[in-house]
């Protein structure tokens, strides 16, 4: 188990190292400018947003003990893409304290949606069942706002929104990267601290109370530092899909469900994964960039059903 | 000392009283058989002590203090229980879960895992600890939730039916841990519905029996007393035939007269 463990660390190091050489090649001055200008941000960026969705989506699985919980299931995605989509429609020229306008209202209305549902899970009533439906009402209500956006916009936001909603790796160079760092950062150091938290909630919500975990707190904590991180990732990238639901089962079936490695191990593999994405759909086709979140669905769906599959087996 | 105990409480869920104006106390080192018919509210009973329901009337103290003074990790230090089902969706080894249950403990990762080790082998699980809860059986599932409350280390202890569904040999040797957990000191709340288990724990002519019904205490008795068949009788409407033997006194329900 700890050496497949130091394989996958191995592996996803080595996949991220490469994905900076790997591509077109590069001479001269203006090699050196697209390695270090472009692609080593977006290598950064890709390893920043990956890894959150995927840590993400592991504490979803645990707190709602459900294997199907992902990023977007408390409706972050939802907000974030009603953000977007009301920044595209209305107002696309602006840009605030020179960030992309679309870019803001996305992480707003990511926030907000968070907030809506984690207001809603922090009372001690509730069951995470109950958070759950939360969160399926804020997506849908959401997502019936964004629709009616797009019913009144024109065809070049449309269009627009279109693209940012398929996800994507920007080019946002190292202000983007310093930007989202604190907010990942202090979103995965939070979550990660939880580990002994999440993992008596394994057995169930009522037996990990009675062990002395603070259900309500625990539930906002995860909530809120795992929404923070997402609304970030969402906002620059757009959804990107399965990251979040592929990477922890994978790692889950590779390592156990031990959550002090599922957790750290779900981070690291999360960016190779998302890193790994972005460089075929650079290269796949010449000349082209594929959206990366059009990949990471097609990659990810089918390997995960072969490892659900051959999991079977055994 | 009085490490739990009941004054006057009530249960309710919008109109309907799960519990009403129940008032019970558990002395140090005494164990109560809590018993009654499906819904009088035994499960309900145990929650109110440890939170997970909220008493609408009256109050819940644990070793005298009152329940809602207490903060999640001083309350786990107190009371600990074996619910009647635990989740296992996750494949986590048996010691990873028994660990986890050591949440109270400001301890390391290392001593976690020493006492849920200790914890697995006292009930008589060593041999699967490193097995996924998920691929254990029912039996055996039971005996990692039972190593969970062993090793919390709480001095008040509540089960839920804790043989329910076992083989019959599985729910003696349950009923023997749990008679060893009493006799070194904890305070015991056993809920089940077979009171002759209760001839396993070893000294069970002390053991409290106490009828629930209808969200309302009905009785409260010795396991010895001469009334406790009728007691019981009464309670489940079931006529009883009892047996004693030496040591033992076992209560079966009387097959149908002959025409």
């Given amino acids: ?314 | 000392m009085t490490d739990l105990e009941f004054s006057g409480v009530g249960v309710r869920i919008r109109e309907r009283a799960l519990l009403t104006d129940i008032t019970l106390r558990l002395e140090h080192g005494e164990f109560i058989a809590l018993l009654g018919p499906n819904g009088a509210g035994k499960s309900t009973l145990l929650k109110a002590a440890l939170g997970l329901r909220a008493a609408t009337s009256g109050s819940v103290r644990l070793a005298q203090r009152p329940l809602a003074e207490l903060n999640a990790r001083e309350r786990a230090a107190h009371v600990a229980w074996l619910p009647q089902h635990i989740h296992a969706d996750e494949p986590i080894r048996a010691q990873d879960s028994v660990a986890a249950a050591r949440f109270r403990f400001h301890e390391t990762h290392a001593a976690s895992q020493k006492a849920a080790l200790s914890a697995l082998e006292r009930v008589g699980a060593g041999a699967y600890s490193q097995r996924p809860v998920t691929e254990l059986s029912g039996g055996e599932r039971q005996r990692v939730a039972f190593a969970c409350l062993v090793a919390q280390e709480a001095h008040t202890l509540l089960f839920d039916e804790p043989a329910n569904h076992l083989d019959p040999a599985q729910q003696v040797e349950i009923y023997r841990l749990i008679g060893d957990l009493w006799r070194e000191g904890r305070s015991i709340v056993c809920i089940t519905h077979d009171v002759n288990l209760l001839n396993h724990l070893g000294d069970a002519a002390r053991v409290r029996v106490v009828g629930l019904r209808a969200g309302k205490l009905a009785f409260e008795t010795r396991f010895d007393a001469p009334e406790l068949p009728s007691q019981l009788s009464a309670l489940f409407g079931l006529e009883l035939r009892t047996f004693d033997a030496s040591p033992g006194r076992f209560l079966v329900p009387a097959t149908r007269s002959e025409p």
């Avoid at chain 1, 069951?127 to 009402?137: F, K, P």
Wanted: aromatic share 8%; with cysteine.
């Fill in chain 1, 1 to 314: 188990m700890k050496l497949r463990a130091a394989l996958l660390i191995l592996a996803s190091f080595s996949l991220l190292l490469a994905a900076i050489f790997v591509g077109h090649p590069l001479h001269g001055e203006q090699g050196q400018f697209i390695l270090w200008q472009l692609r080593v941000p977006r290598v950064l960026v890709g390893t920043l947003v990956g890894a959150t969705l995927a840590l993400a989506g592991a504490v979803f699985q645990a707190l709602f003990q459900n294997p199907l919980a992902t990023p977007s299931t408390v409706g972050t995605t939802a907000g974030a893409t009603l953000g977007a989509l009301c920044a595209l429609a209305f107002d696309r020229a602006r840009s605030v304290e020179g960030l992309p306008w679309v870019t803001v209202a996305a992480f707003i209305g990511a926030i907000t949606a968070s907030l809506l549902v984690a207001s809603f899970a922090s009372s001690r009533r509730a069951h995470s069942s109950d958070v759950l439906l939360a969160g399926i009402a804020v997506t849908l209500a959401a997502s019936a706002f964004a629709t009616g956006i797009q019913y009144v916009s024109d065809s070049r936001a449309l269009f627009a929104a279109a693209q940012w909603s398929l996800g994507q790796l920007p080019q946002v160079g190292y202000r983007g990267v310093l930007l989202l760092l604190p907010i990942c950062g202090v979103s995965a150091t939070a979550l990660l601290l939880l580990t002994r938290d999440l993992q008596a909630f394994a057995l169930g919500e009522e037996l990990a109370h009675s062990q002395g975990v603070n259900v309500p707190r625990l539930r906002l904590l995860a909530l809120g530092f795992a929404s923070l991180g997402v609304a970030g990732a969402v906002a620059w990238c757009g959804p990107i899909a399965f990251v979040g639901l592929i990477v922890p089962h994978l790692v889950r079936l590779l390592l156990g469900s031990s959550y002090r490695t599922l957790l750290p191990l779900s981070l690291i593999t999360g960016a190779a994964f998302l890193v790994g994405c972005d460089l075929f759909a650079r290269i796949v086709v010449p000349g082209r960039e594929l959206p990366v979140g059009i990949v990471t669905a097609a990659l990810g769906a089918p390997s995960l059903v072969l490892l659900v599959a051959r999991a079977r087996r055994r």
